[in-house]
């Protein structure tokens, strides 16, 4: 097992000179990964709203009157439809998001289905439906999962400020459930809920001292939604980010570090910044959940300016489209609801 890492450790990298920083994080990311491949996700809400959850930042809690419309979890064929969109806009991964505590055993068939008829499409599946017990774990392993999201969202210290309904240990468990099925994990957190630096460190202390550190580590910017108890937090300082991108490369060396929730209020040399400090997967799409995010013709364009290439998955037997092309084809808004990444 890897050397474990300290509070004291994480937080002295948080301390470094920027440039220092960004020149130690990009030496990292160039050991392991391409630094012009990015991959490319798409998330899609199949099931939406009355969570009864109080993450405070989340307008999908039925404690928060944000005018976010529930909706029942989607038909099969529904979602398969969104996966095909996703793949022809350039999507290597499709994560279905639903706004559960936990599944229900009655919803694991079609969610099986789903998992299913999206890798029969050639793209990887990942999905973030709450805790789970060991059966369901084994269920959608079973079916082809590739990755569960589950988030621990900040610090053990911060978090009874930001959650009151699940306990980290539960979070911590359900990781551990998903790890021993074979699924990969997806798991990180969210910059800007009020957390110190410590919290920030303690957060990917969290994650990179997991028996496995997670294949991929999402970093989410608070988006502000009102009517939720964060909508008036402080905006966070786009340095202040761009550090945490960096010092979750530094840490996790081996892993995708995602810009998720966020990019939309994040200018182009923002985003530049953070793929520079070593992020290196996006969510792609005009909404993640409920909340906007860069369409994908900004995106390419993004990619073009800095000669970036979207990952791609190998396609199923049989499919005969052009998988190393990404198209400019973009998804219609209002067809397709996406999921906020911070979840």
């Not at 199949?46 to 809690?61: F, L, M, N």
């Not at 966070?236 to 980010?241: A, G, H, L, S």
Request: aromatic share 6%; charged share 20%.
């Amino acid at each position: 097992m890897a050397n474990r890492w300290t509070i004291a450790q994480a937080q002295a990298l948080f301390n470094k000179p920027f440039l220092e920083l960004m020149f130690e994080a990009q030496q990292v990311h160039r050991q392991h990964f391409d630094p012009r491949q990015v991959q490319v996700s798409t998330l899609l809400s199949i099931k939406t709203g009355a969570c009864p959850e109080d993450c405070k930042y989340c307008p999908q809690s039925a404690r928060y009157k944000t005018g976010l419309e529930s909706e029942r979890l989607m038909e099969v064929e529904e979602v398969l439809a969104s996966a095909r969109k996703a793949k022809a806009a350039g999507s290597s991964r499709f994560c279905m998001g639903a706004a559960w505590k936990n599944p229900n055993d009655r919803d694991l068939p079609y969610l099986e289905q789903m998992v299913k008829g999206v890798k029969a499409m050639g793209m990887e599946t990942c999905m973030t439906l709450g805790t789970l017990n060991d059966s369901q774990a084994h269920r959608l392993a079973n079916a082809g999962l590739d990755f569960y999201n589950h988030n621990l969202d900040t610090s053990p210290e911060f978090y009874g400020s930001v959650i009151t309904t699940r306990s980290y240990q539960e979070r911590l468990d359900t990781l551990g459930k998903v790890r021993d099925a074979g699924i990969k994990v997806c798991s990180g957190g969210i910059v800007g809920l009020g957390e110190t630096v410590k919290d920030r460190a303690g957060l990917l202390v969290q994650l990179a001292n997991l028996p496995v550190p997670p294949e991929s580590v999402p970093i989410n910017m608070l988006v502000k939604v009102k009517g939720t108890p964060m909508a008036d937090n402080e905006d966070v300082e786009p340095f202040d980010f761009i550090r945490t991108i960096a010092v979750a490369r530094i840490m996790m060396p081996t892993s995708h570090v995602r810009l998720s929730a966020g990019r939309e209020q994040m200018s182009e040399q923002t985003q530049a910044m953070c793929f520079m400090a070593g992020a290196n997967s996006i969510f792609y799409g005009c909404k993640l959940l409920t909340t906007p995010n860069p369409e994908e013709d900004k995106d390419l364009l993004l990619f073009r300016k800095l000669g970036l290439n979207p990952e791609h998955t190998t396609t199923a037997a049989g499919d005969n489209e052009q998988q190393h092309v990404l198209t400019e084809q973009l998804f219609s808004a209002d067809s397709d609801k996406f999921y906020n990444a911070a979840v």
